[in-house]
């Protein structure tokens, strides 16, 4: 199959910053793009030759989007799946598949996944709704404390809560959900995988999330993790038992906890390029958004391995503005060497929004942790006072 | 100024591979670009926000292009000076000048610029047409054998004729022109030098341009130079002084030749991002893309080291080949560990036309080197048989 300067057809259902850092590899190889994005503001507009605004949630907008293109991948897992399996059923390729999709689309359905294939995670329990949960700890089938999980629709840290008493259980939301024994953890850990149809199969180093000591939130990511290399070993092994298992065709994420007792549990997984990995853009010698086009592509697989040292702070709309966004100080941290960042295209900033993104690189991982550091208390996500706006507009 | 998810608007006059790349950049920090191109099929058609199909050349058209943008860059000279002129006058910002793009356009006027400046470059003259010229070597003030260079419109070795007898002097095209001492070179070399506004300064190490034995073509571009470090520092040195001669800002890419004397002597210099720095995307620190943008919005520069060892290979269309572009082999080189083809989106090829390139890093230029032979020696840019094309469409 051709695909470089070809008549070959890639569509992407989202149009977010996945989307548009996935749009710059699909330009570096002449491959025609269709974005599908309920928002006209979508961050990867430009960038594709064709952009249609409209649901990804809608199952016959997917259809209909799906029968225009030769291949379908996702930048979300969030999609109509009943249209996809429908496109996949008609001999429409959709990587990552529809029953992976599915599959990971239900918190409760992932976790039975793992035990089903010997996957280590931490002990969970599934139940119907909001009752049946507060009755199992009536019963003392269920020990508090423990972390509750909704089923679906949880994204970057919401749909999680930790359970410490009977009181926190009144205010959960009426839902599906899980609960996942409360294991203590020393970090964080993420390995990204990429299959091919072929069966060809690369693994990225071991990356560590870093939480701030107060706020429950990514502070940075670091690439390789400062782990021993049996962790990082058997951390790779798993990541790559979860791709196996799930017959993956794509990138798959893999987020993990180290316990105390140095045993990795899979926490849950992304099939498709992650926050865990952008560092690879500037790090690595293959960056995850590549490494995903090749994957879906059928292509031979780049080297995942990394040229320097990367880590990568998140840029979030500071929590007391919202409004049309301003980037404080990036000239300040533009001056500093090694130092990338990543502008989504959002332009109105809200509390705690990814609007962004940078990335340190340096031959040295304590270096470029330094000057993280220095990154992330320079720059500010804020917005336009409303006097400054009135004029410029 | 803000420049990131703000209203701020750039122009780049040409929409080629150069602004293309450019793009990737700009898409990165989320700032507006206008592209305007003669070609409908312009490389740089996505990727930009809005798209001018029209002529760079036109006064009328720049001038009106030029009020719609807050700053104005080209990827290509050979613009209408005129309205660049007259914009600049009117406070338009415009980088690099248009008085550095009138003393580039005419090559006798640039080489005079580097004797004016003291700056090392083989002996010139000029002449305002063939019949001067000719009559310079009847009079014996001009010793054949000698370089002849039209001194308007030359590009990619076109416009340049060594000159052995004086059977060679019959055939050359009317035009004004220069005649250069041939002098004997071991090596050709670049330097790009990046400035901005406020005077800040940063080059990128020494890159070399290896030539086919036979064919006179470049056919590997190697980052660092194989040279020493006397030679590098010399090469650096007079590139700066060129940058300074001109008050530069934005990218300058000198192109020097090394004597048999390890002299450096300028030979001409392109006011952008150049062939000579495609390894950056992949191998340095900054790119030279980002360079650009960072030099001509007055940002900090960023760092010119390189990562790992680059080598750069042109992908030019074969002799033997016109129409729909195949790239043969592409997934071959693709099995290589860090070989990354950019294909620039041209979707006919012809006979040496430019239609993409391929960067190879390695942490050892000499493995680089190898591989790049290999990719040079596997990828091949023809055209698609006439009856699949029909099959297909």
Redesign the interface.
Known sequence: M?Y??S?FKLGILGGGQLG?MLL?ET????IQTFVLDPSEEAPAR????FFYNDSFLEHDVVYEFGKLVDLLTVEIENVNLDALEKLESEGKLVYPSPKTLRIIQNKGRQKDFYVEHNIPTAPHRRFVDLYHIQKAVENNELEIPFVWKSAQGGYDGTGVKIVRSTLDLINLPDVECLAEALVPFKNELAVIVARNPKGEVKTYPVVEMEFHPEANQVEYVLCPARVSKKVSSKAQEVALQVSKAFNHVGLLAVEMFLTEDDEILVNEVAPRPHNSGHFSIEAS?TSQF?QHL?AILD??L??PES??AGVMVNLVGDENFSGP???QN??KI??I??V????????ETRPFRKMGHVTI?NEDMKEARKIAEEVKNSIRVISKPVELEQE??
């Open positions: 051709d470089f300067s008549n548009k710059t330009q570096k190889f002449d430009f960038g594709c030759n010698y590549e090749r292509l031979p780049g080297n040229k320097v966004v301003v980037y990036i000239d533009l001056a060497d090694g990338t960042p990543h502008i989504y295209g959002k332009r690189v410029t507009e």
